[in-house]
């Protein structure tokens, strides 16, 4: 792991996503309150994005 300091950061279909933080982020999609430490976002995302599915297919799936 590198000393870089990250944040997480989401787009609308619910899909997570590391990013630099000193870089702003990309269209469509939107940084989450998890900042810091690659290890520290990555385990963010270990535990919050357990459907790996986009949210399109998850909501398709339930009709």
């Known amino acids: ?6 944040r997480v950061v989401a ?13 702003p982020i ?4 939107h940084g989450l309150e998890q ?3 690659e290890e520290a976002c990555l385990a963010y995302i270990t535990t919050h994005w ?3 599915r986009p949210l ?7 009709k």
């Open 1 to 6: 792991m590198n000393s870089l300091n990250y």
């Open 50 to 52: 357990t459907d790996l």
């Open 26 to 29: 990309p269209a469509g999609w």
């Open 11 to 23: 787009n609308e279909e619910q899909q997570y996503s590391l990013w630099p933080a000193d870089m």
């Open 56 to 62: 399109s297919l998850r909501k398709q799936d339930q």
């Open 35 to 37: 900042a810091g430490s």
